[in-house]
């Protein structure tokens, strides 16, 4: 297995590039979101390479978060390399473990080649499977819930989903403001729906 390719990049495209390692061109498919260094720069991606009868084709990310959702994205049923990778385009690690967190169907379906029946199954499937992400920052949200239930605690559960200490404070007295009466629960709820749109 091939964890990375590390060379000068040699050509880019919408979802492409080559990268240059000893005079070889390993073309890779990236998500459209990848931030490239100029042509000739060097550039790390850590890739998987997938094997069909129709030939080899690599698929690279910037970070390995994303690499690890686009790895479990191909466990689902239904779900094949051009929809992982469409999802991991629209939907930061961050995003997607919220999404999986409150089931939003809503921002799965978002992504272009992505129906309500595979957003379902990819919540269903993917809440029990994300052991390193989903599940422990869904399980910092219910041990939130069972704490303080202050505003901090909120914080708290939305800075272990990856959110920056601006981004959470600010989402939370949103939620606040829009819905002062409802327990931290439905708190976090609110305030990761008024963070999604801004990733």
Not at 1 to 7: C, H, L, N, S, T
Not at 14 to 19: A, H, K, Q, T
Not at 55 to 81: R, S
């Amino acid at each position: 297995m091939i964890a990375y390719i590390k060379g000068l990049l040699a050509a880019d495209g919408p979802g492409w590039v080559v990268i240059d390692v000893n005079g070889i061109g390993y073309h890779v498919s990236i998500p459209s979101t990848t931030q490239l260094p100029a042509l000739g720069h060097e550039v790390k991606l850590f890739t998987h390479m997938s094997v069909r009868e129709d030939g080899i084709q690599f698929f690279g990310f910037a970070k390995e978060d994303e690499k690890e959702c686009f790895l479990l994205l191909l466990n689902v049923a239904g779900v094949g390399p051009k929809v992982a990778l469409a999802v991991v385009s629209h939907l930061p690690p961050s995003n997607l473990r919220s999404a999986i967190a409150i089931e939003d169907v809503n921002q799965l379906v978002k992504v272009p080649g992505v129906g309500k029946k595979t957003a379902q199954r990819i919540l269903l499937e993917l809440k029990d499977k994300l052991k390193g992400m989903a599940a422990v920052e869904h399980s910092t949200l219910q041990q939130s819930v069972i704490t303080t239930g202050s505003g901090d605690e909120a914080v708290e559960a939305l800075l272990a989903l990856g959110y920056s200490q601006g981004e959470a404070r600010d989402a939370v007295k949103k939620a606040q403001k829009s819905a002062p009466e409802e327990d931290l629960s439905a708190l976090i709820k609110i305030a990761l729906k008024e963070l999604a749109p801004s990733r």
